[in-house]
Structures are given as C-alpha cells and as structure tokens.
C-alpha cells in the first residue's frame, strides 16, 4: 500500500520476518534516543512504521487508506507532542510497576523523571491504527528498554491521551482502543 504524506509517497510492504505491512521511517522528535537494547535498523530517528488492521481476526484487512493517511499526517505533524505522551505513559508504568506490583530494580529505580527516558529507551516500531475518537487517531509506540530487554515498553495513544501503557504488547490492543471508545 502507498500512502501519501504531504507529497512525499510512503511504500508499505508485507515483510515476511516481521508478518507485518512496514515502511522504514524517521520521526525527528525521537532523535537522541538509545537504549542498551536497540534493535538493528531502529536507532535514534528511525523507526518502523506498522499498518494495523480493524480487528483481532487471524487475517484481518487493513484498513482504509485515508485513515492511515490521516493518522500519518496527525503523527508527524505532532510527532513531539506524542513523544512526550509516550515519556509520561512510560513514567507512569515504572512508577506502578514499583508501587503497586513491588519491583525493586536498580535500573528502574534510576529513573525519576521523563528526562532520563532517552538514555534508557529507544523507539521501535509506531502502529497506525485505522481506529479514531473525536478525529484522534490511535497510535501504538513499541520501545526498547534498558530494564526489560525481553519485553521492552509500548505506550497506546489517542492522540495526546495515554490509553494503555506497559510491555510492549500494551501498543497493540485493539480490545483497549474498542473499550475505548475508538472506532473505524
């Protein structure tokens, strides 16, 4: 699928390894960002862009193009402003994962504030969703993480709003964006 974003044409492919449709891309905000757990090809700016379809089924369709535009342009347009709601969905899961399931990690314990996130966390993957509210697109932010190398960390948003955030499998939650309120 080719989607247009501000005249530049973006080409999503099925990549077999990651049995995904995925365009390659940089989000400036993200720049900076490192973690220990890196994955090849997404360092600092660079990331993968994940088409998302409607549902749960075992071969659900994608969505409609304009919403993957739509969505796109809404990303990159605030792409900072969605850096720095994934940092605070991100701070928040640390601070439960210390007070209310009792981790005691050195590395987590390190981290006080959104400011140390970048030394610790590094963008992988964005899902588009095809889902919205109120004209927000959903987004999902997978990243690696110095403290869960396994697991790593995902943020959902709707727009500015943190939906879900925790292990990297919180970014993929259609079940959260429907109980949500998001729909196609």
Same mark, same amino acid.
């Given at each position: 699928?080719?989607?247009?974003?501000?005249?530049?044409?973006?080409?999503?492919?099925?990549?077999?390894?990651?049995?995904?449709?995925?365009?390659?891309?940089?989000?400036?905000?993200?720049?900076?960002?490192?973690?220990?757990?890196?994955?090849?090809?997404?360092?600092?700016?660079?990331?993968?862009?994940?088409?998302?379809?409607?549902?749960?089924?075992?071969?659900?369709?994608?969505?409609?193009?304009?919403?993957?535009?739509?969505?796109?342009?809404?990303?990159?347009?605030?792409?900072?402003?969605?850096?720095?709601?994934?940092?605070?969905?991100?701070?928040? +899961?640390?601070?439960?994962?210390?007070?209310?399931?009792?981790?005691?990690?050195?590395?987590?314990?390190?981290?006080?504030?959104?400011?140390?996130?970048?030394?610790?966390?590094?963008?992988?993957?964005?899902?588009?969703?095809?889902?919205?509210?109120?004209?927000?697109?959903?987004?999902?932010?997978?990243?690696?993480?110095?403290?869960?190398?396994? +697991?790593?960390?995902?943020?959902?948003?709707?727009?500015?709003?943190?939906?879900?955030?925790?292990?990297?499998?919180?970014?993929?939650?259609?079940?959260?964006?429907?109980?949500?309120?998001?729909?196609?």
């Amino acid at each position: 699928m080719d989607i247009s974003l501000g005249g530049a044409m973006l080409s999503f492919r099925f990549d077999d390894d990651l049995n995904q449709t995925v365009c390659r891309f940089r989000l400036e905000a993200w720049e900076g960002f490192s973690s220990e757990n890196t994955r090849e090809g997404c360092d600092g700016a660079n990331v993968i862009l994940v088409l998302e379809s409607e549902s749960d089924e075992a071969h659900p369709e994608l969505g409609s193009r304009e919403r993957y535009e739509s969505a796109l342009l809404w990303l990159v347009e605030h792409q900072a402003a969605a850096r720095d709601v994934v940092l605070r969905g991100i701070l928040g +899961h640390i601070v439960i994962m210390r007070t209310e399931y009792g981790i005691d990690d050195e590395e987590l314990n390190e981290i006080e504030s959104v400011e140390q996130l970048p030394a610790k966390v590094d963008l992988s993957f964005v899902r588009i969703f095809p889902h919205c509210k109120a004209g927000l697109p959903y987004l999902g932010f997978e990243l690696e993480c110095d403290w869960d190398p396994e +697991h790593g960390c995902g943020v959902l948003v709707c727009g500015t709003d943190v939906v879900d955030a925790g292990a990297s499998d919180s970014a993929q939650s259609i079940g959260a964006i429907e109980e949500h309120g998001g729909a196609v």
